[in-house]
């Protein structure tokens, strides 16, 4: 019976820190959002490069039959 009110004592009180440290969350700054919006941006420029890639590739293979 102690070990399971231990147990339970003990989830109640993690779910409490839990909760707490949940709260304290700063909200993001323009710096961050700016470096979210430039990390976006170049994760496009790459898929788009790796697109054009593809299509030099295919001309290629073409040119050779």
Do not use: F, S
Not at 2 to 23: Q, S
Request: charged share 35%.
């Amino acid at each position: 019976m102690a070990k399971i009110g231990k147990g339970i004592v003990a989830a109640l009180v993690l779910g409490i820190l839990v909760a707490g440290l949940g709260g304290c969350k700063k909200k993001e700054g323009p710096l961050e959002r700016a470096g979210r919006e430039m990390d976006k941006a170049a994760e496009k420029a790459g898929q788009q490069v790796e697109k054009v890639g593809d299509k030099i590739k295919d001309a290629a293979k073409d040119l050779k039959k």
